[in-house]
């Protein structure tokens, strides 16, 4: 069975993006980004791979990602339907009519298709690109936390679990740290 993967950058205090939906306040050191692109190069955008040499990259980890309106919206702002073309993306939201782009999918209900795609086969797993609400509704199904934790504190914004007191206990088995300050935790959902 595939794995629900919530791989994730937060503030200090545990916000995945500002009020307005801003991502740029996370300081992504060289070391870091040269980790990302090597290790998980599929959650780098389809219009951004190009610039960093990673066109041609195999998917490593995941082959689908499942995503909310927050996470899909800005990249309709500027202009990109298909944010991640290089896997399959569905967009969970019940307030949007359509979606244009055929290899984009629009689903009313995240933690059904969560469910569908885990009892799928494949050798890869499923990425929860964000955001809080999202997560928040499919917190049950969720096995693996992937957290980039940056030294910065937001103050305000879009919570990585945006959807009432529910304590769920997961344990860490590794952490890599990098020169800006910034770790990556992982973590297993606790048995």
Request: charged share 20%; glycine share 12%.
């Amino acid at each position: 069975m595939r794995k629900l993967v919530y791989y994730i950058g937060v503030s200090i205090d545990g916000y995945i993006a500002g009020p307005g939906g801003e991502i740029d306040l996370y300081p992504l050191g060289q070391d870091m980004a040269a980790w990302i692109n090597e290790r998980y190069p599929e959650t780098i955008p389809t219009h951004v791979r190009g610039q960093v040499g990673l066109e041609d990259a195999p998917n490593r980890r995941f082959d689908t990602l499942v995503m909310g309106l927050g996470t899909y919206r800005p990249a309709l702002d500027i202009g990109v339907t298909s944010p991640y073309a290089h896997i399959r993306q569905y967009v969970a939201s019940t307030s949007l009519d359509e979606i244009a782009d055929p290899s984009v999918e629009l689903v009313r209900d995240g933690l059904s298709v969560v469910r569908e795609l885990k009892a799928e086969d494949g050798d890869k797993d499923v990425w929860l690109c964000g955001g809080g609400g999202l997560a928040a509704a499919v917190l049950s199904e969720i096995d693996e936390l992937i957290v980039k934790s940056y030294p910065v504190v937001a103050g305000d914004g879009v919570p990585a679990f945006a959807g009432g007191f529910r304590p769920t206990l997961f344990e860490p088995t590794a952490r890599e740290s990098f020169g800006n300050g910034a770790q990556v935790t992982w973590f297993t959902r606790a048995s």
